[in-house]
């Protein structure tokens, strides 16, 4: 990891800090295989962004869109294009800022969520007293704020009681403009419509929110995240197909709880249908958008690479799939290299399988690690050379763009002044606080003491 200040985050300014921070370390361009970056205008647009501009001296260092950012950003997508989500996005949003504009406000949320679980608990309507303590405040959703609207929507789900509380008391004792919007806001949720979004929506966000958690982990890899993808798909697609009939009992449940008139089904058919072709609709935008997170190119390359899968005695290998693989990368083999290339790959596929050595490996690193502990790597190099291009290839930005997160906490007022490499080092500590917490606090003391002089000798830390 290396941390370089920037003038400007043009794409040219981008650039050439690149190029100079490879001069330093003596390493080359024309070596990259991957990119990727957040998506933001200046580092994937067609023509003039800094992607564009990589690819134009080495047309190899193929661009990945982090997943978990545009996966985050599907929400946002279906948000703007379904106007039912829209509405009901826009309400979310007023009751968490409504509900958290004061302290005291939000202090009495909690106590009063707090309060129905002991009403709850003496009645014996819950089993025990796990979760009084709970998380109960309502996180604001942000666009790009991974888990965020999930979150949010289950807290709304599970407090509802004590939101219509406190927007209630909002209506009695607040000011003018508080009390019209609270009034808005417990008429809509206390509609049919909102509920069914509501619980629509916590589905979709569930299926979506696994793999956006997954997908900030650090050393993900592609055929882990192509496999999670294809999972998401097909149970987005089964709620589609066949999750209504569960969605509309689960509604008919809540409204009935909470006393919020349900549809009449026979009165109100062509509202019933509209809702529920509107949630088909939801599902598409998202199967849609999440099927244009990846070019053309990429996505051969992604779904490529994913043959070298180790798991299930190498149940998705394909030969041919992977002789194609080799043409993305012309650079890393030659043609006589690619001629030979579908040979070696059936050989290697008879051996791996017939190796007890090879039974149970699950990913690409450990696959990796295993060749090269057998010395199939030299067996196989073509092969080889294969595995370590789908481990370079990047597919999530996530521990990157944690970095800008941490400077604002390591880069504070006090230390405004602080130097590219003392930044590099601190920030350096702090992202990879997991590896430096194993290391043992006395060395370094002594290293810090023995550098100069010192009146008296530092204290250990305990």
């Not at 703007?80 to 302290?103: H, K, L, P, R, T």
């Not at 709850?120 to 666009?143: F, H, K």
């Not at 990913?363 to 073509?382: C, Q, S, V, W, Y």
Request: proline letters at 2%.
């Amino acid at each position: 990891m290396a941390v370089v200040h920037v003038a400007t985050t043009t794409a040219a300014c981008l650039k050439e800090a690149i190029d100079s921070l490879f001069a330093k370390y003596g390493l080359s361009v024309a070596r990259l295989r991957g990119q990727g970056y957040d998506g933001a205008s200046n580092m994937s647009v067609e023509f003039n962004g800094l992607k564009s501009l990589i690819m134009k001296e080495n047309p190899y260092t193929l661009y990945v869109h982090c997943f978990a950012h545009q996966l985050q950003l599907v929400v946002v997508t279906v948000a703007q294009e379904n106007q039912y989500v829209c509405d009901f996005m826009w309400i979310v949003g007023s009751i968490v800022n409504i509900s958290a504009s004061s302290c005291k406000r939000a202090d009495k949320l909690r106590q009063l969520e707090h309060d129905r679980k002991v009403k709850l608990l003496e009645r014996g309507e819950i089993s025990s007293g796990r979760g009084l303590n709970q998380e109960t405040s309502l996180a604001r959703p942000g666009d790009t704020q991974r888990g965020s609207h999930h979150s949010t929507l289950c807290h709304i789900e599970q407090m509802w009681p004590s939101v219509i509380e406190v927007l209630q008391n909002l209506i009695d004792d607040g000011d003018r403009s508080s009390k019209g919007l609270s009034r808005t806001l417990v008429e809509r949720m206390e509609r049919y419509e909102f509920v069914f979004i509501l619980l629509l929506m916590k589905r979709i966000l569930a299926i979506t929110n696994h793999l956006s958690t997954v997908l900030q982990e650090k050393d993900q890899n592609i055929v882990n995240v192509m496999r999670l993808i294809n999972n998401v798909k097909y149970k987005l697609q089964k709620l589609r197909d066949s999750g209504w009939d569960i969605l509309l009992e689960d509604v008919k449940k809540f409204c009935n709880t909470h006393s919020i008139e349900i549809i009449n089904m026979t009165d109100n058919i062509n509202s019933r249908s509209r809702l529920k072709r509107d949630g088909k609709n939801v599902i598409e935008i998202i199967l849609q958008e999440m099927d244009s997170c990846f070019s053309e190119t990429t996505t051969d390359l992604l779904i490529y690479m994913s043959c070298l899968d180790p798991r299930n005695s190498f149940s998705r290998f394909d030969v041919q799939k992977l002789v194609r693989l080799t043409h993305f990368y012309e650079d890393d083999f030659s043609w006589n290299e690619r001629m030979l290339v579908e040979q070696e790959l059936e050989t290697y596929i008879d051996d791996v399988r017939s190796d007890e050595r090879f039974e149970g490996i699950s990913d690409l690193g450990a696959l990796a690690k295993k060749m090269i502990e057998t010395m199939k790597n030299r067996m196989f190099p073509l092969v080889y050379r294969m595995i370590e291009l789908a481990l370079l290839l990047p597919v999530a930005t996530a521990t990157v763009e944690r970095v800008f997160s941490a400077m604002n906490i390591v880069k504070t007022d006090l230390r405004n002044r602080i130097g590219d490499e003392w930044m590099n080092d601190s920030l350096a500590v702090y992202i990879e606080k997991d590896v430096f917490n194993t290391v043992d606090n006395e060395p370094i003391l002594q290293r810090f003491h023995n550098m100069e002089s010192r009146r008296m000798q530092l204290s250990r830390i305990r």
